[in-house]
């Protein structure tokens, strides 16, 4: 948003998630659970429940938490269900939202999120009024190697994440941020790491075809308030939106 670096809000971001590391813990299990029922608990045969554990243990995630969420997915530890759930939502300057839910209930979801939506100055979107705004592709966010390698050598990093499926291609302040197809992001992150760059996310996103601008401060602290109030919700996943960063 306007008068931020977007890679500082990126740290910035990355910080807070740290922090709150018992919700990032949460949500690797429920997308754990999720796959491990869709697909079966045997990462070698479930690429979805691989990826899943990948991701969860680049965030630290114990192993006891990891196991627990498999068997609560096979069904070998009893309780609800959890289910991905999808929002729209239109938030301050007219800013687009997706809103992305791992739940248990349903019912109390989506009355949350309404709650919160209207309560911080949106308003809930009918299905598809906000979704075609975005597109849905792979995101890897990483910091280059220490100490920051030379201009040829990025250029070279590069053309071999081309190779790789990369679609765009960022670097700024010591980090990179790759756009892949929806499929190609996890060889990305691969690549990325086995040369040396630390990741510090990865995985399926909502990318916004075009970015709406936030002309001043005040409207963009509204924005920064009204995507905090949703992610403090312990249902809440993701919050994608199209504010420019």
């Not at 680049?58 to 192993?63: A, I, L, R, T």
């Not at 949106?122 to 075609?132: D, I, P, R």
């Not at 040829?152 to 499926?165: H, P, Q, R, S, T």
């Amino acid at each position: 948003m306007s008068g931020h670096s977007k890679w500082a809000n990126i740290r910035v971001k990355k910080t807070a998630q740290d922090a709150k590391r018992g919700k990032v813990f949460t949500r690797h299990a429920r997308l754990i659970e999720i796959a491990a029922r869709s697909g079966g608990g045997d990462p070698s045969t479930n690429p979805s429940l691989r990826t899943a554990i990948d991701n969860a243990k680049e965030d630290s995630v114990p192993n006891a938490n990891i196991e627990r969420a498999i068997k609560k997915g096979t069904g070998e530890l009893k309780g609800e269900q959890m289910r991905e759930i999808l929002f729209e939502a239109y938030g301050p300057a007219k800013t687009a939202f997706i809103i992305e839910c791992l739940s248990d209930n349903r019912n109390r979801t989506i009355a949350n999120v309404k709650n919160i939506v209207s309560k911080h100055g949106g308003h809930m979107a009918e299905g598809g009024a906000v979704a075609w705004l975005f597109e849905r592709k792979g995101l890897v966010m990483a910091e280059l190697p220490k100490p920051n390698p030379t201009p040829e050598k990025i250029e070279e990093l590069e053309l071999e994440v081309i190779d790789f499926g990369a679609e765009d291609f960022e670097v700024g302040e010591g980090m990179l941020r790759v756009v892949t197809s929806m499929g190609d992001w996890s060889q990305t992150r691969d690549f990325l790491k086995k040369n040396g760059c630390t990741i510090l996310s990865a995985g399926l996103s909502y990318l916004p075809k075009q970015k709406v601008a936030i002309a001043d401060e005040a409207t963009a602290k509204k924005v920064e308030d009204f995507v905090e109030k949703i992610e403090e919700d312990e249902d809440v996943s993701q919050v994608y939106t199209n504010a420019e960063a």
